[in-house]
């Protein structure tokens, strides 16, 4: 990536005793160690650009773009809903609250 990267959360991965992360940026995020070594060849896509990403228990990490809220897999990336808005907010923060 040339240029300014934007960073949106580091999630530290479930059943790792902390050792594999989740780096979340741009519209990708990417799984790597505490090394900095890549552990999954697998690249997580969102489908626009999220303004906000939070973890959440269920497993999953939650992007909130523009015109969508995409829930993803944390372990393979893989797009487990999407739920459709029609008011683009900026958030400063994204996270979940007694479970929802």
Known sequence: IQG???PHAIIILPNTSG????LTYEDEGIYIDIYGHFTRETVLQWGEMPASVAYLQSNQVMGWGEKAIELRSVET???EGV???KKAQKLKFLCERNDK
């Open 19 to 22: 050792m594999e992360l989740l």
């Open 77 to 79: 990336g893989n797009l």
């Open 4 to 6: 300014t990267i934007h």
């Open 83 to 85: 739920f459709m808005h």
